[in-house]
């Protein structure tokens, strides 16, 4: 099934299943945040309940879509795709490090920052440099610690697109101080369009994922295009890690880091800024996998930088 989360006439945000351009919503009060956390028998009967006898009907094109879960309890973002790491160090003349194929590492970004699939991303305050990354992100729908990969597989609810924005040059100068990426990522990260279970996918799986085709258009010219099968670090893999000595929660987010050629930085290292400029005011982003749907999002103005002293 397909879930998607959004605000009515009302402004209340509901859920539903998307089926033949509908969404089939359930009644207000309930969120997808509720229907999992078990082994996923809740979230399939409200879905054979929405089917079968929906509240409302609400045409998806037009719906105002948030994130499935519009504030998950954690958000944290891998960096799961050899090529673009491989990509990125070889530009700056670096070699991979060992430790990359025996740590599957990851920092946490903002819950408090989750953009719908087709929300405004208003420029972050400072930054010269925004780029897009182009990820695909895991729900987890049932809690667990320290599982292991098979295991943490079935605490999968579901699969959505994940843009995690970036601001390159603020993200550069935190990281240089061994402390980060911090402000240079969490103004943003958009997902969406809704929330596919895994069975749906099943017939696409291959090695360590699943063979679909991710793709990124800026104002309509195609940047970036690779497959979620050649990640390096499964999904298991990731919960496994994540919840090791401590617990994942329902609802937290798993990122699976930028694929190949899946973000500017990546693209203008080996091409050059001209060809691949940094994004600007009113440039619109468009990122789509196969299955899980697209996700459109436009920069606009944002606030001015304060500073943090009086100069």
């Known amino acids: 099934m397909r879930w998607a989360t959004f605000r009515d006439g009302t402004g209340t945000e509901r859920v539903g299943v998307v089926s033949d351009g509908d969404i089939l919503a359930l009644a207000p009060g309930v969120r997808l945040l ?47 795709f050899e090529q673009h790491v491989k990509t990125a160090r070889q530009r700056r003349g670096l070699e991979m490090d060992p430790d990359w194929y025996q740590l599957p590492v990851f920092y946490f970004s903002n819950p408090a920052a989750i953009v719908g699939a087709r929300d405004d991303v208003p420029m972050p305050p400072g930054t010269q440099q925004l780029d897009f990354e182009l990820e695909v992100a895991a729900v987890v729908g049932r809690g667990g610690s320290n599982l292991d990969p098979e295991e943490a597989e079935d605490h999968i609810a579901g699969f959505c697109v994940m843009n995690d924005w970036s601001a390159r040059d603020i993200q550069r100068r935190e990281m240089k101080l061994s402390m980060g990426p911090v402000k240079g990522k969490d103004f943003a990260t958009t997902l969406g369009p809704v929330m596919t279970t895994p069975d749906e996918l099943e017939p696409y799986g291959k090695d360590r994922a699943y063979d679909l085709v991710m793709r990124a258009t800026v104002n309509g010219k195609e940047y970036s295009r690779a497959s979620l099968a050649e990640i390096y670090w499964s999904f ?27 973000c500017i930085l990546e693209l203008s290292l080996v091409h050059g800024e001209e060809a691949y400029p940094w994004l600007k005011v009113g440039d619109e982003v468009v990122l789509e996998v196969q299955e899980l749907g697209r996700i459109d999002n436009r920069v606009v103005e944002g606030p001015p930088l304060r500073p943090l002293r009086p100069e």
Request: hydrophobic share 40%; charged share 20%; aromatic share 6%.
């Open 34 to 80: 509720d229907l999992i956390g078990d082994d996923g028998e809740r979230l399939a009967e409200a879905g054979a309940r929405a089917l079968a006898d929906p509240v409302d009907l609400v045409p998806y094109e037009s719906a105002a879509l948030l994130a499935p879960i519009p504030q998950p309890p954690s958000v944290r973002d891998f960096y799961a």
């Open 236 to 262: 298991g893999e990731m919960l496994a890690y994540a919840s090791r000595g401590t617990r994942i929660l329902p609802g937290d987010v798993i990122g699976s880091g930028t694929c190949g050629t899946g």
